[in-house]
C-alpha cells in the first residue's frame, strides 16, 4: 500500500510539472505573446524577475555548494552540492493580479549522513541530527550520502503589485514526501501559509516572504515544523545588472536547543542578457551564516543560478 501511495504521489507531481512545463513548448510560437517580452528592456526584465509576483514565467536553474561546521566530530569538513529546478508560471486574472504556481525539485548530489553504527546503524541527515542534537553520542563519523531526488515543494498563490508599487501576495506551500533516499527522506506531506509583502521602487525591489510547514499526514514517529524567512532585495545598475540579496532566515520549531535558528547574510550580482530573443538572467550569490545550528549546520552557501525567461501563455 506504501509502494503504491508514493507512485500515485510522484504520478501527480509529474502531471503538474508537465501542466506547467508545457506551455513553452508553444508559447515561442505565439508572436502576440512574445512581442510583450519582447519589447522589454533588460533592466525591466530583471527587475520584473526580482518581483515574486511577476507576470512573466521563468524556469530557474540553482546550483548550491554548502559547507558546514558543528561541534560533531569532523562536522567543519562536510559539504553538500544540490541542483534545484524551480519552475514558475502565473496566470494573469482581469483586475491585474496574478496566480502564481511553482514548483521546487531538489536533487542532492551528494549530503553529510552521521553515522551511529551498531547495534543502532543510523545514518542521520541534516534535520534528524538537530532533532537529536541532545542524545546523540559525539564518538561516531559521517558519511556522504549518494545522490537522489529529495522532497518536491509546490505553491499556489494570488498577488500582484499596486498602483503605488505595493507588493502582496497569499497563499499555500506544500511538501511532498518524493524522497528517493529513505535514510534522509521525512516521509511526510507538509502544508503550510505562504504570503509575500515587498516594494517596487524606481531602483529596484525590496521586501519578504513567510512560510511556515507542518506535517499533516505520513510517518508520525517524528514532527516537523519549519518557519522560513526570505528577504528579497535587488538593486538595478543599468545594462541589466543587479546587486541583490536572498538570505533566508529559518527557525525548526522540533530541533533541540541551540540548533533551531539559520541566520545567513551576503549578496550577490546578477546579468540579465538576450540569447536571440529569449531573455536569461545569471547570478552568483554568496552567504554567510552568523547563527547556525551547533551540532552540525551550514557555514557558507554559494549558489549559481541561470534562469531562461517566457512570457505566460496565459497573457490576453
Not at 500500500?1 to 501542466?19: D, E, R, W
Not at 498563490?157 to 535514510?183: E, H, N, R
Not at 516572504?209 to 508520525?220: E, L, N, P, Q
Not at 518557519?227 to 535587488?234: D, I, Q
Amino acid at each position: 500500500m506504501a509502494g503504491y501511495t508514493k507512485g500515485f504521489q510522484a504520478s501527480c507531481l509529474t502531471l503538474l510539472l508537465t501542466i506547467m512545463s508545457a506551455p513553452q513548448l508553444f508559447a515561442a510560437d505565439n508572436d502576440e505573446q512574445s512581442s510583450g517580452l519582447a519589447e522589454m528592456s533588460v533592466d525591466e526584465i530583471a527587475k520584473e524577475l526580482s518581483n515574486p509576483v511577476t507576470a512573466l514565467g521563468a524556469f530557474h536553474f540553482d546550483f548550491e555548494y554548502r559547507a558546514y561546521q558543528g561541534s560533531l566530530p569532523d562536522a567543519g569538513d562536510q559539504s553538500a552540492y544540490i541542483y534545484n529546478f524551480r519552475p514558475s508560471l502565473p496566470i494573469p486574472l482581469d483586475n491585474g493580479k496574478n496566480i502564481l504556481m511553482s514548483m521546487l525539485i531538489p536533487v542532492y548530489g551528494n549530503q553529510p549522513l552521521y553515522y551511529v553504527d551498531p547495534p543502532n546503524n543510523l545514518q542521520l541527515p541534516e534535520w534528524r541530527v538537530r532533532q537529536l542534537a541532545d542524545t546523540l553520542p559525539t564518538d561516531k563519523r559521517f558519511i556522504d550520502g549518494h545522490d537522489h531526488l529529495a522532497d518536491i515543494e509546490f505553491d499556489i498563490a494570488y498577488g500582484g503589485v499596486s498602483d503605488s508599487g505595493f507588493i502582496s501576495m497569499y497563499g499555500i506551500t506544500t511538501v511532498w514526501p518524493t524522497s528517493a533516499d529513505l535514510s534522509s527522506g521525512i516521509d511526510q506531506f507538509q502544508l503550510g501559509p505562504d504570503v509575500a509583502f515587498g516594494k517596487v521602487t524606481p531602483w529596484g525591489i525590496i521586501g519578504a516572504r513567510a512560510k511556515h510547514v507542518t506535517g499533516v499526514s505520513g510517518d508520525s514517529f517524528w514532527d516537523t515544523n519549519m518557519t522560513s524567512l526570505e528577504v528579497f532585495f535587488a538593486y538595478g545598475l543599468n545594462n541589466g545588472w543587479q546587486l541583490f540579496s536572498n538570505p533566508v532566515i529559518e527557525y525548526d520549531w522540533e530541533a533541540a536547543s541551540d540548533n533551531k535558528l539559520f541566520v545567513p547574510i551576503g549578496g550577490g550580482v546578477s546579468k540579465t542578457l538576450k540569447l536571440g530573443e529569449m531573455p536569461l538572467k545569471l547570478g552568483l550569490e554568496l552567504q554567510y551564516y552568523v547563527v547556525t545550528p551547533d551540532s552540525l549546520g551550514p557555514q557558507w552557501l554559494l549558489t549559481f543560478n541561470a534562469t531562461p525567461i517566457f512570457t505566460s501563455p496565459f497573457n490576453k
